[in-house]
């Protein structure tokens, strides 16, 4: 780790005292039409960490603590996410120019929410969500947290059958704007993007 780093040194604080945790739960998804098998999905199916259900396993520790290694096959920046990752982790963390704690991805980029999307139901579609690429998980995966209370963290089953992560009911998203670590490009974005806290609220300073 590199204490220079305040994102890095933030989340490395949240990760420890996770550490001492490990309860979460199982959330049931509902609803829809479900998604046509992936190659993500198979994979995950055939190593048993995927399920081929319409249920996700909420763990209250982080990815490496639960013995996880990689991105769980989450897209980064501009790129395309052809199937939904194996497993998302969400972390808190407080990093300028925002003074209140935030979530990001297992790689650092800043997770969204979106004013004109109603409780539990995405209205960001087509060219929205090539924009701003809702975060999915595959059907049967894991959630790894770090900061995030599991009660906040839940799921709606977006019109294309994926299965969208939410927190505190609201869908969240990544931006595409959004090339390196710890950049926040789509704060503010048409005053209805912003980046979202670990209770689901927007993070506006």
């Given at each position: 780790?590199?204490?220079?780093?305040?994102?890095?040194?933030?989340?490395?604080?949240?990760?420890?005292?996770?550490?001492?945790?490990?309860?979460?739960?199982?959330?049931?998804?509902?609803?829809?039409?479900?998604?046509?098998?992936?190659?993500?999905?198979?994979?995950?199916?055939?190593?048993?960490?995927?399920?081929?259900?319409?249920?996700?396993?909420?763990?209250?520790?982080?990815?490496?603590?639960?013995?996880?290694?990689?991105?769980?096959?989450?897209?980064?920046?501009?790129?395309?996410?052809?199937?939904?990752?194996?497993?998302?982790?969400?972390?808190?963390?407080?990093?300028?120019?925002?003074?209140?704690?935030?979530?990001?991805?297992?790689?650092?980029?800043?997770?969204?929410?979106?004013?004109?999307?109603?409780?539990?139901?995405?209205?960001?579609?087509?060219?929205?969500?090539?924009?701003?690429?809702?975060?999915?998980?595959?059907?049967?995966?894991?959630?790894?947290?770090?900061?995030?209370?599991?009660?906040?963290?839940?799921?709606?089953?977006?019109?294309?059958?994926?299965?969208?992560?939410?927190?505190?009911?609201?869908?969240?998203?990544?931006?595409?704007?959004?090339?390196r670590p710890g950049e926040l490009n789509g704060q503010g974005v048409n005053n209805t993007w912003f980046a979202v806290s670990p209770t689901g609220q927007k993070v506006t300073r």
């Amino acid at each position: 780790m590199n204490p220079r780093n305040p994102l890095r040194a933030v989340l490395f604080a949240a990760c420890a005292v996770l550490g001492l945790t490990g309860c979460g739960k199982t959330i049931t998804i509902g609803g829809g039409t479900p998604a046509p098998a992936s190659p993500a999905s198979s994979a995950a199916d055939s190593t048993g960490s995927g399920g081929g259900n319409d249920t996700l396993q909420v763990v209250d520790k982080t990815a490496g603590a639960a013995g996880q290694t990689g991105n769980g096959g989450t897209a980064v920046g501009a790129a395309v996410q052809a199937a939904p990752p194996r497993w998302q982790q969400l972390s808190a963390v407080t990093a300028p120019p925002l003074g209140g704690p935030h979530l990001i991805n297992i790689n650092e980029a800043a997770l969204y929410r979106f004013d004109r999307d109603d409780p539990d139901k995405s209205n960001c579609d087509g060219a929205c969500a090539d924009a701003w690429p809702p975060v999915t998980v595959v059907r049967g995966g894991s959630v790894y947290l770090a900061g995030v209370n599991p009660k906040q963290v839940g799921a709606i089953r977006r019109a294309d059958g994926q299965i969208q992560l939410t927190i505190g009911s609201h869908p969240i998203y990544r931006y595409s704007g959004d090339a390196r670590p710890g950049e926040l490009n789509g704060q503010g974005v048409n005053n209805t993007w912003f980046a979202v806290s670990p209770t689901g609220q927007k993070v506006t300073r």
